[in-house]
């Protein structure tokens, strides 16, 4: 078995579950290898709230918050005001934080708060039997969408690139390597991180969304239809942007700004 599974994953609850060609464990082994290059073992705590994606950390041998439905981001920001020492990893999925969590996402954007969350976006909720999700492209093909998705998909990166957050990045589950550099990027930054990947559910979005339920050609796709992203740089028609978004180094981070204020007041936190 890979050494990094040893350290890190509870093999006695193995196998996981996702669905065969499912590629939430390609980025359940991106974070682990971040984690373990950047030696932070020990200094990480993961939050979640429900769906497929969000079950990736629950086999991971660290303190774990497996939260509420669209809540990952709520309980994660009250942790990390609680121990703003823990370098907090949250996992959601594009219906989990789009959806129903999508305030949360908008003002712990807007704060900045030192956060790194990694998206898994299969545009679609697979947990609960492939209805729409907020990310679905349109013309899907979903339990919800029989003739076909209308509605403009919502771009989280965009979204939280505008309300504030300080590191945005986009990667798939075709590009692990990039992947686990993006996660441990946004692990180091001191800001809020948004990292969304691209990940294929052949289960549930297979022919209604990609037009094809095979896992490799799905990767295929991926690579296909990315075009990676440069500033000044023109995006070819019809691709995806994928890459490091937005890096800004400078943004005052959250809990800054509230040591500050205890400051001013003359309060000095323990």
Request: net charge positive; with cysteine; proline share 4%.
């Amino acid at each position: 078995m890979n050494k990094l599974y040893k350290k890190y994953i509870k093999t006695e609850l193995l196998p996981t579950l996702f669905c065969p060609g499912c590629g939430n464990g390609i980025i359940q082994y991106a974070a682990i290898d971040a984690i373990d290059k950047l030696g932070i073992k020990e200094e990480v705590a993961c939050v979640s709230g429900i769906g497929c994606s969000s079950w990736i950390p629950c086999y991971y041998k660290l303190d774990v918050m497996h939260t509420m439905h669209g809540r990952a981001l709520a309980f994660a920001q009250g942790l990390k005001l609680a121990q703003p020492d823990k370098k907090i990893l949250v996992f959601t999925g594009d219906g989990d934080c789009l959806a129903i969590g999508g305030n949360h996402l908008l003002h712990a954007s807007a704060r900045n708060i030192d956060l790194t969350v990694v998206m898994a976006n299969n545009y679609i909720y697979g947990m609960t039997g492939g209805q729409k999700s907020p990310s679905t492209p349109k013309g899907s093909i979903t339990k919800t969408t029989p003739f076909g998705s209308i509605d403009e998909p919502i771009d989280g990166c965009k979204l939280a690139m505008t309300m504030g957050a300080s590191y945005v990045a986009r990667w798939t589950t075709a590009h692990p390597v990039q992947l686990a550099k993006a996660i441990r990027e946004g692990m180091e930054h001191c800001g809020f991180s948004f990292i969304e990947v691209l990940c294929q559910c052949p289960v549930q979005a297979g022919k209604g969304v990609y037009g094809e339920k095979e896992p490799a050609k799905i990767l295929k796709y991926y690579r296909e239809k990315t075009d990676s992203y440069k500033e000044g740089k023109e995006i070819a028609e019809g691709k995806i942007p994928i890459g490091t978004l937005k890096y800004d180094k400078n943004a005052e981070e959250y809990i800054q700004k509230v040591n500050k204020k205890l400051i001013s007041q003359g309060i000095k936190r323990g």
